[in-house]
């Protein structure tokens, strides 16, 4: 909320910029030296996964792809753990014995899509097709307006957001209405679903506990 009041102050908008941004999730307004700022509004929270907690069954990823998509593919499931199952986040390296993955120590990373208060794969897409949902807060893709570039995806510091081959379609974590599929398919528990602020201290605090944290919330995260 902060970060949106600052920016309806540089914008010059004030309170009716403020129930704008509210009622539709994204406005962007121009500034009064002409430049354009575009003004999110807060997700209702962030899937958070525990690799502690995760013991590699990837069931997650078919309970997302087949709620989402009507069918199992690892590749575009909004949370990633296949890619990251062998060796983890890292990849093959000279330590990779002591390296994420049941190739190394065993502990296993499932990213997840952040909710970004300021989301780079948003401000990434050229249509316009990624913006808040109106009812959750969570950036969602708008399929009709998509046009499959892959710029969201290159955009995103986890690449997270996935453009589905069969459907040139860009897919991305929608929380599923409030109630993440994922999260109910878990049998671990690993995987849970949190009101955005604390979710955003689990994910980037310094005693995180979810995938890799290397960027930080903010413009770019």
């Not at 309806?8 to 941004?21: K, M, N, P, S, Y």
């Not at 009622?23 to 929270?45: M, P, Q």
């Not at 999260?183 to 849970?192: D, E, L, Q, R």
């Amino acid at each position: 909320m902060d970060t949106t009041k600052s920016a309806l102050r540089l914008a010059g908008t004030g309170l009716a910029g403020a129930f704008a941004a509210a009622a539709l999730g994204c406005v962007s307004f121009d500034t009064r030296d002409g430049k354009k700022v575009k003004v999110w509004a807060t997700s209702s929270g962030a899937i958070v996964h525990d690799p502690n907690l995760c013991v590699g069954c990837r069931r997650c990823e078919s309970a997302c792809t087949i709620k989402n998509d009507g069918k199992v593919s690892a590749y575009i499931s909004r949370i990633k753990v296949s890619r990251n199952l062998n060796y983890g986040v890292m990849g093959v390296t000279a330590a990779y014995q002591k390296a994420d993955g049941q190739h190394g120590n065993f502990r296993i990373v499932g990213e997840t899509c952040r909710q970004c208060s300021h989301p780079a794969c948003g401000d990434a897409c050229p249509v316009g097709a990624i913006t808040a949902d109106k009812k959750t807060g969570a950036r969602v893709v708008d399929a009709k307006k998509c046009v499959g570039c892959g710029a969201c995806q290159r955009a995103c510091p986890w690449g997270i957001a996935t453009v589905d081959p069969e459907t040139d379609t860009s897919t991305k974590c929608t929380l599923c209405g409030g109630d993440p599929n994922c999260v109910k398919n878990c049998p671990t528990g690993a995987i849970k679903f949190y009101p955005w602020e604390e979710a955003e201290a689990l994910l980037f605090g310094p005693d995180a506990t979810s995938g890799a944290t290397d960027a930080v919330s903010g413009a770019t995260a």
